[in-house]
Structures are given as structure tokens and as C-alpha cells.
């Protein structure tokens, strides 16, 4: 039964129709009441009254005060008395506008004829349903079809009377492939290779060798990272930075390299550290929950902080695997999905045991210099710590923190550094009221360096103290960064005390409802009982036969990022309010393979792209203009402009700067200055990283939350604060000046220019062909070829009367080419990196 908008009947507030299912047998105009006038459910008190009009039985028996719905009845029905009075706090729906006259009279009548529900208790939206194995369909043009996926789409090409699209000749599909499975474009010599081979296999060896690369896994990264809100820093105000936030994204692009699968790249992530003998990296993993925002403010109640980070864990997941609107049943039942909000307290109340934590989480190589430096190390950060007098000050700190945690409101100075640790540690006050005997040394490390940062209010009044203390700020930093260190990992593990879970009435977590055990959504199959850990119990479910959503959910996103369009277009949302699947056969089809072929990802992608659907041409095409304007039929391939990663990969890689190593640390590549400026944060400062890693790949650049690197802005990056399942794209100036004015777009037309001196014959009009070619993958037309040449000429006759701009484009020209011609190779590459050519994957 479809679920219709929750509202509250009550006989003294208690009466409760929940976000139901919306019964087919329900005339339009009724559901259309539901929609528009019933509200979601306000308290605990509609929960345990039980009332439930979803289901026919329990709507029929009633809540405490009985029936509410008498088919056949209306004049005796308490549903008519309540929206039909005049009396405030009596009629319903207690909120907005009351229901008109004309509403009344169709509850009237439809209770009248009999009231009637769906048949059943099943949920009949067709996202819920189980997967099915749809066989293809027999198709009309069978020389069309490479694999079963092309069955699916011809039908319905062939039902709707169109024909596909001619294959994209060989330059575009190397490109687009390249584009599509590394993020980056081929070489020169890679198109050649591809372009040259006149063997059958030739396309299948190509697709093999992409799946293959190493780049892979940071192309497939990305979309992940935005499902998992990924960035460098905490966000909220402060938004200090996280210095160990990209070992999770490490471990992600590792994962997807060796086709780790999406089962277990899921169980990993959900609840690896529960897992019978965690490994390590199975540890690392949980570092999906992390990415959360972190409010460090010292004014907000840490309770209220932690109330809100398990939400955004809750609903990250309902995203991510789900593809449900989770979120919407915090505070009432969902209005439109079958998800009561009792159902996600018990999904919350999974991850309310999970605590945070950071641990040791080597990369290879980093162990031997550690252990080595490590004695060392440690006596010098001992004899700084005691020169600067911490040890016998720090038990006095420790004890007056104490006394003012159990007496609040006598010292407001002590109230304030109390405050400031609980939100700037983590776990501050339990680490702080164990005592130095019983905490680790990695806690009782944390706790003496946060001694040293906030020495309280007395310390910090000394003029002594806190001048030595300055000094041994200075001094720890220095040492830090002069000796091996050992990566770590932010994490989560199960707290060892008990906690109980409670619905939050409204969504407050001041007012708790009726206790909640953790359990999946009652509308979905559940699990087969387990002696496991909850957690772990429902990463299991996510992606287990039984649950129909997660396997729709991840293909259709595989689908998007190699169409631009998922077939359920709202990738975010599987539910009612969501889209329907353009090919529901195709999507079906799909999801059972994946799980047949053991979750492999690759095995996944390069079906799709096997497919002649995938290999289609993307010229517009005047008959699908009018019938189908959004290419929902794939009549053809579509034309997509690089995400704002891929548009910085590709001046690197086109002007040969990039820097190829895969994993590690985030950087911070040449950004203006006044970007940090904007920031709250001390902790935005924009240290710019030299040497090679300066160009590395748009993946691993810095991403602060509150003043995020200006090219992602442009480019439509998600914003990291909430999971993004689809970028949106967009058109503005502000991208055109980013291509021509960011000094890493700059420093890229110059490297363009010299490898276009270095590789290509030395004449012009080799160089200006092969600018062309290594820009955009294809060789110039006649037009093209001479338009770059009058660009190059103008530009040069420009920079022979102007030498002092010659110097500054391009100051590194050498041998028998001239200033200004260098700086004119330089104008002419900076064009062609910002034709619409150059950041599309056609």
C-alpha cells in the first residue's frame, strides 16, 4: 500500500495517521487532501498511541478512544468530526489551513463508499519491490547489440519509433573513455595506438588497460568522497583543519583499484572495526562516519553536538546506500516514504554506541624511520616539556578542571576552560577524569600537549608561565616537524558502556520518546536474526539479497557518471517523491548482475561501456530535440563538461606538469590570498605546497569548508557539508576567468608552450598543430588550424612592441625561439585550454 501524508487525529492530542503509503484504491482528489493538508507525526504521544491509518486493520480497530474510520459511516466517523469542526485545538489538522468544504465532502464520500485500502500490507512503490531479472528484450535491429544492456534500451528506442546514434569515431571514444574510467585525457600516444589498431579487441584491451591504471581508483574516488562529505576540515566556525582526514580517502582509492567488492567495500566502511580479527585498513575504513562536520564552538552543548553528529551519520547512510530522504523523519514520519520516524531512531540508534577515535595507521616505508628516530625524539620533547615546567603544574590544572566540572558556576574563568575542553578535545573530560595512572600514553600524550595550548586561566595570567609555555609551543612544532611521524587514521569504535537510544520527540534531543532498540526500516525486509554487533548486523543487510534499494542505488550511480543522468534521474532519492527509472527493466537487469558477479564494480563499468548504448555518438540531433530533449532514451550519448577536478587534471596533464603519484596527504596548490582571509578560522591559513606535489590532482587538494579552493566553487564541487550524490552543473564568467587568470591555469599554458618546443617539429606550424592536438586529442581542421595561427601572430606583433609583458608571459624562453614568441605560444595555449572543447568529455 503507497503511503499517504502522516497527520495527527487526536482525541486529546493522541490520534496519529502516519507518512502511509497512498492506497491505490484512493481517488486522486483524496490522496491529493493527504498531500497537501496532513502533517507529519509531532510526539511521542502519536507513537504510542498506536493508531495507524496506513494499515486497514489498525485503522479499523483504532486507538485508545477507538475507531476513527467507520466505512460506510461517515456521520459517525471521528476522522469527519475532527476536520470538519470550527473548534480551535480540537479540529484538524492542527497546523495551517483547515480542510475546505469541498475536501470534507470527498473524506465524506469516500469513507461513504466503503473507505477502501490497497489490498494487503505490502509496499507497492517500485523501488521497494525485490530486483527482478528481467530478460531482454527481442530487438528489431539485433546488429546493434553488443550486450544485453543495448536489448533494453533499442526496445524502447524501437517502442518510441527512433534509432540510435552512429558510434563516436576513435579519437572521441579514447578520450571519452579515458575521461570516463581515469579522470584523465590520453596522450598523444595513447590516441594513436587506439586510433591504429585495426583489430577487433582493440576497444576491449583499451577498456582492460583503464581498469587497470592506478588513476582509476582517484576518478572513482571522487564521487564517493562526495557521498561521504569528505574534507579537510572540521567546518562550523572554527573549522580547524584535520591533518589526517585523507588516510580514509586513501584507503578508498586503494579499495577501488584492486576492485575491492561493493559488499564488502561497504562492511568495511559501515562497521570494520566489528569485524572478527579487524585488520588494520579494515579499521581505516570507518573513517566514512568522520567526515562529518565537527562543531568545536565552546557554546554548544556537547550533548547537542553529539545529538547531531550521529543524525548526519544516520542520514548519510539512508543516502548513500538507501537512496532514501532518511533525514525527513527526524522530527515526524516521513510525508511521503514509509518511514516512520520510530524507524529512524532504531537506524540511528545503530551508530549511538560508536565513538570516535584516532589510531596509528602506517603507510609502507613509514615504520623503520619512526622506530628509529623514536628514542630520540622522545627525550628531547621530554626535556623541553620539563625545562618549561609542565610536569609539576599540570596535576594542579588537572585537579582545579575537576572540581569546576563538579561545582559549575563559581569560578566563570574555570566554567570557560572546562567549556573550551570539552569541545576542543575529544573525549576531554573522560580523558581528563581517569588520571594520569589510568590513561594510555597516547591519552595521556593528547592531554599534556592540550595543557600546553590552554593552560587555563591562572597560567595564563602568569607572565612566567606563559611565556615559557609560548616557547614550548614553538619548540614542539619544530621538533614535530623535524622528526618521523607515524600517519594516523580518525576512526570509530563501540563504546564499551551501555547506551540507550530514545526517540526524539519533534526531533529535540531534550525530549526523549519510548526507548528504541536498533533495527532497519520496518517497510524492507528485515535481517535473519544475529549474534553479531548491530552494527555490523545492518552493513551486513545493506547488502544483503533481501534489501532491493542498495544494488538500484549503486548502479545507478555507476550509470550516471558515464551518462551524466542516472536512469532514476534523482539519484538521491528512490522514494515516492523521487523520479522513476527511465529503463526499470535495464535498472533491475543491471543490480541482479552486480550482485551475480560478486559486487565487482569493474565487471559492472565495462559492461556498460562494452555496450554500443555507451558508444554512441553525442551530436544533438534535430529529432530528438522536441521528443526527447533530455536524452532519457539514450538515442545518443551525451555531452558532459569535466567536473571541477577533472578541469584542473586536464591543464596538468595536457601541459605535462601533472604529477602522477596516487594516495597520500592533501596539498595546497597557488590560490589569491584573500580567500584564507575570509575565513574565521586560524586554521585556514594557506601554506602553498612546493616542489612536486604541487601539482598533483584536483582529488587531493585541500578542501576547507569555509573557504574551499575558488575552482571547485566555479565548477560546482560539492559544498562537504551534507552527502552529495550528483553535481550539479553550471554555466558562469566567473569560470572563464578561472581558466584565463588562476595562476595554475597560467603556470600550465607556459609548461604547454615549452612541451609543444620540445616534441613537436621546429616550425610553426607543427607546433601550433600538435598545441591543438595535445590540448584537445584530435588533430585541427583547416579553420582551426589557421585560426590559431592569426591568434599566434596577432599576439606576437603584441608582444614585439611590448617586451615588457613578453618577460612576464613567458620568462623562461630560451634558444633560437624569441621572448615574444614564447609569450605568443603561451597566449595561444591559454585559448585553447579554454575552449568548451577542452573541459567537455564529448
Known amino acids: 500500500m503507497r503511503r499517504v501524508i502522516a497527520a495527527l487525529l487526536a482525541l486529546a492530542g493522541v490520534f496519529h495517521i502516519r507518512a502511509a503509503e497512498r492506497p491505490t484504491e484512493l481517488s486522486s482528489e483524496v490522496r491529493a487532501i493527504f498531500q497537501a493538508k496532513c502533517h507529519g507525526c509531532h ?55 483547515p480542510l475546505t468544504k469541498k475536501e470534507v465532502g470527498i473524506l465524506r464520500d469516500w469513507i461513504d463508499q466503503g ?16 530486483i527482478r531479472r528481467h530478460q531482454p528484450p527481442a530487438a528489431r535491429n539485433p546488429q546493434w547489440v553488443s550486450n544485453p544492456i543495448d536489448a533494453f534500451v533499442l526496445g524502447r528506442l524501437e517502442k518510441e519509433g527512433m534509432v540510435p546514434s552512429p558510434e563516436a569515431d576513435k579519437g572521441t571514444l579514447v578520450r571519452r573513455l579515458s575521461l570516463d574510467l581515469t579522470g584523465l585525457p590520453p596522450s598523444p600516444a595513447e590516441t594513436d595506438a587506439f586510433v591504429s589498431d585495426p583489430s577487433p579487441r582493440a576497444y576491449e584491451r583499451l577498456v582492460d588497460r583503464l581498469l587497470r591504471s ?180 599540570q596535576p594542579s ?10 561545582n559549575p558556576g563559581q ?82 569504535v563501540e563504546s564499551a558502556e551501555p547506551v540507550k537510544t530514545h526517540l526524539a520527540v519533534r526531533g529535540d534531543y531534550r525530549q526523549n520518546g519510548p526507548e528504541v532498540q536498533p533495527d532497519t526500516p520496518a517497510f524492507l525486509p528485515r535481517p535473519p536474526p544475529s549474534g553479531e554487533p548491530p552494527r555490523l548486523r545492518l552493513a551486513r543487510w545493506l547488502v544483503s539479497p533481501e534489501n532491493p534499494l542498495t544494488a538500484r542505488v549503486a548502479v545507478n550511480r555507476i550509470w550516471q557518471e558515464l551518462f551524466g543522468t542516472g536512469l532514476v534521474r534523482t539519484s538521491e532519492d528512490f522514494g515516492a517523491q523521487g523520479e522513476p527509472a527511465s529503463h526499470p527493466e535495464l535498472l533491475d537487469w543491471l543490480a541482479w548482475e552486480f550482485m551475480d558477479r ?58 605535462g606538469l601533472l604529477y602522477p603519484a596516487v594516495g ?46 575558488p575552482l571547485m566553487v566555479n565548477f560546482d564541487a560539492s559544498d562537504s557539508n551534507t552527502s552529495c550524490s550528483r553535481r550539479r552543473r553550471s554555466n558562469s564568467p566567473l569560470q572563464a576567468l578561472n581558466l584565463l587568470n588562476d595562476p ?46 592569426t591568434l599566434f601572430e596577432r599576439q606576437k606583433r603584441i608582444f614585439e612592441r611590448d617586451l615588457e609583458s613578453a618577460q612576464q608571459v613567458a620568462p623562461n624562453a630560451a634558444g633560437t625561439v624569441s621572448q615574444a614568441e614564447m609569450a605568443a605560444l603561451t597566449a595561444a595555449g591559454r585559448a585553447v585550454m579554454n575552449l568548451d572543447e577542452f573541459i567537455t568529455r564529448e
Not at 280 to 296: C, D, I, M, P, S
Not at 397 to 406: G, Q, S
Not at 433 to 460: V, W
Not at 614 to 634: E, F, I, W
Request: proline share 5%; net charge positive.
Open 598 to 655: 560478486g559486487w565487482s564494480v569493474k565487471q559492472i563499468q565495462k559492461l556498460i561501456v562494452m555496450s554500443s548504448t555507451y558508444r554512441q555518438g553525442s551530436r544533438a540531433r534535430q529529432d530528438l530535440q522536441d521528443r526527447d530533449p533530455d536524452n532519457r532514451l539514450l538515442a545518443r550519448q551525451s555531452r558532459l563538461r569535466l567536473n571541477a577536478e577533472q578541469v584542473r587534471d586536464a591543464a596538468l596533464a595536457a601541459s
Open 214 to 393: 592506478p588513476h582509476y581508483g582517484e576518478r572513482w574516488a571522487r564521487p564517493w568522497l562526495d557521498l561521504a562529505r569528505y574534507a579537510d576540515s572540521d567546518g562550523y566556525e572554527k573549522d580547524n583543519f584535520r591533518p589526517y582526514a585523507w588516510r580514509w580517502r586513501h584507503w578508498v582509492i586503494e579499495a577501488l583499484n584492486r576492485d575491492l567488492p561493493f559488499d564488502q567495500f561497504t562492511i568495511e566502511q559501515i562497521a570494520g572495526d566489528l569485524l572478527p580479527n579487524a585488520t588494520l585498513e579494515q579499521r581505516v575504513a570507518t573513517g566514512f562516519h568522520r567526515n562529518a562536520l565537527k562543531n568545536r564552538e565552546a557554546g554548544v552543548k556537547r550533548d547537542e553536538a553529539r545529538f547531531e553528529e550521529v543524525v548526519d551519520w544516520t542520514n548519510t547512510v539512508g543516502t548513500t546506500w538507501l537512496g532514501l530522504t532518511i533525514g525527513c523523519a527526524q522530527c515526524h514520519d516521513h510525508k511521503y516514504d514509509p518511514i516512520l520516524q520510530k524507524d529512524y531512531y532504531q537506524l540511528f540508534a545503530f551508530f549511538h554506541r560508536a565513538e570516535e577515535a584516532q589510531i596509528d595507521a602506517p603507510l609502507p616505508g613509514e615504520l623503520g624511520t619512526y622506530w628509529r628516530a623514536r628514542p630520540s625524539y622522545e627525550a628531547k620533547r621530554r626535556a623541553l616539556i620539563e625545562q618549561a615546567g609542565v610536569p609539576p603544574l
Open 664 to 709: 597520500g596527504k592533501s596539498v595546497r596548490p597557488p590560490q589569491p590570498e584573500s580567500v584564507s582571509k575570509i575565513t574565521y578560522s586560524r586554521g585556514a591559513s594557506w601554506e602553498e605546497t612546493d616542489g612536486p606535489e604541487r601539482y598533483r590532482r584536483g582529488i587531493y587538494v585541500h578542501y576547507q569548508r569555509t573557504s574551499p579552493y
Open 115 to 130: 473507505a477502501h485500502w490497497a489490498s494487503g500490507n505490502a509496499i507497492s512503490h517500485w523501488s521497494f519491490q525485490p
Open 43 to 97: 510526539g511521542a504521544a502519536a507513537q504510542m498511541n498506536g493508531l495507524r491509518l496506513d494499515l486497514r486493520d489498525a485503522a479499523l480497530k483504532g486507538g485508545s478512544s477507538g475507531p476513527v474510520i467507520l466505512p460506510g459511516n461517515s456521520a459517525q466517523s471521528k476522522l469527519i468530526l475532527r476536520v470538519a469542526s470550527r473548534k480551535d485545538g480540537f479540529r484538524m489538522p492542527l497546523e495551517g489551513a
Open 744 to 789: 595554475v591555469f597560467f603556470e600550465a599554458a607556459q609548461a604547454l608552450a615549452a612541451r609543444v618546443l620540445e616534441e613537436a617539429p621546429a616550425n610553426w606550424n607543427s607546433r601550433l598543430a600538435y598545441l591543438f592536438r595535445v590540448s584537445l586529442g584530435r588533430k585541427a581542421d583547416a579553420v582551426e588550424q589557421d585560426r590559431v595561427a
Open 411 to 492: 569560578d566563570l574563568d574555570w566554567d570557560y576552560a572546562v567549556t573550551e575542553l570539552r569541545a576542543r578535545l575529544d573525549h576531554g573530560e573522560r580523558l581528563l577524569r581517569k588520571g594520569a595512572s589510568r590513561r594510555a600514553e597516547r591519552e595521556n600524550r593528547r592531554l599534556t600537549d592540550y595543557f600546553i595550548l590552554d593552560p587555563g586561566p591562572e597560567y595564563s595570567r602568569d607572565s612566567l608561565v606563559s611565556e615559557k609555555f609560548t616557547k614550548l609551543r614553538v619548540a614542539l612544532r619544530e621538533l614535530d616537524r623535524s622528526s618521523p611521524a607515524l600517519t594516523q587514521a580518525p576512526v570509530i
Open 397 to 406: 590544572w588537572e585537579a582545579r578542571m575537576a572540581r569546576t566540572m563538579d
